[in-house]
């Protein structure tokens, strides 16, 4: 068995001053970046070439879509105090943080199925129009990287935290990592939501 | 853990309230912007400003862009800038068709 360990995943490479998994996770944010990017700028087109185009207002909810943007922020926090907690070597108040921010993420899919729920209730499919095509379109995508965080994060909350015993500081800085992912969702939504919701 | 790296982190948990705090008030703000039912330019400027200042706490704040001073991560972001706006500019200015010199036949 090869006794060889990873390298960089703690200290900082000497020439981009980054442990790998964090360049990693950029690149990674970079290419989500540019999906989304294509995606608004698919509906941009849509708008703009569009005869006609509902304000989102008069589709969606506001309020619940303005109360689903409060959970992610609120969930964003969270994540970031719960990574906190291990540099403070709290590994308790990390569960329970890291805890509560799976449970607003489970919260956020709840509200968001039930706003599906309702579309579907009076018919109105993505087929149905341009403008709810895009919308559930990028909610989707936007719903699935949802559900990714969580799986990761339900990961890190159970088995994967076995590690703060044996390596903390390469396990502090997976919640980071994972953070970092986290906070792209949510800057994706605080875009997504006056787009689609308020414009 | 010293009381010396203790202090340090909590100073930056405010932060983060701070920042959690004016991100929700920006959020809330952009939902009243859009009960003033406002003419369709001046709410798609205000909300896109709004959402611009949210991204930009979120970003330099949360993700720690504007205390991580990396010339690599810089690189990235700058190329991933160029990119987004490239997908987001070069679609539209094709639909305008306003390359100059071009003559367009409708072939319908």
């Known amino acids: 068995m090869s006794t060889e360990t990873i390298p960089y995943t703690v200290e900082s490479r000497y020439d981009t001053g980054l442990y790998n998994a964090k360049l990693g996770i950029w690149l990674f944010l970079a290419s989500e970046a540019m999906l989304f990017g294509a995606l608004f700028s698919s509906y941009i087109l849509l708008r703009v070439g569009a005869v006609d185009w509902p304000r989102g207002s008069s589709i969606l909810s506001v309020p619940l879509g303005a109360f689903n943007t409060v959970l992610l922020i609120s969930s964003s926090l969270t994540m970031l105090l719960s990574w906190a907690a291990l540099r403070l070597k709290d590994f308790k108040k990390f569960k329970i943080l890291l805890g509560i921010t799976i449970l607003l993420a489970l919260l956020f899919l709840s509200v968001k199925s039930y706003e599906y729920y309702l579309k579907f209730e009076h018919h109105l499919f993505a087929s149905k129009s341009t403008f709810l095509a895009i919308y559930f379109t990028m909610t989707g995508l936007h719903a699935l990287h949802i559900i990714g965080g969580i799986v990761v994060n339900t990961y890190l909350w159970g088995p994967g935290s076995r590690m703060w015993k044996t390596q903390p500081e390469r396990f502090t800085n997976r919640i980071e990592i994972a953070g970092l992912y986290w906070h792209f969702v949510d800057l994706v939504w605080l875009f997504l939501f006056p787009v689609l919701y308020l414009l | ?108």
């Open chain 2, 1 to 108: 853990m010293t009381t010396d790296n203790i202090e340090p982190i909590k100073k930056e948990i405010r932060g983060y309230v701070i920042i959690f705090i004016g991100i929700v008030s920006l959020s809330l703000t952009a939902v009243f912007i859009n009960y003033l039912h406002l003419p369709l330019v001046a709410a798609i400027i205000l909300t896109i400003l709004i959402a611009a200042v949210q991204v930009f706490l979120a970003a330099g704040y949360f993700m720690h862009l504007l205390s991580e001073k990396k010339l690599v991560l810089y690189i990235v972001l700058t190329l991933t800038a160029i990119l987004v706006l490239a997908v987001l500019i070069l679609p539209s200015i094709e639909h305008h068709n306003t390359i100059p010199g071009t003559v367009y036949t409708n072939v319908s």
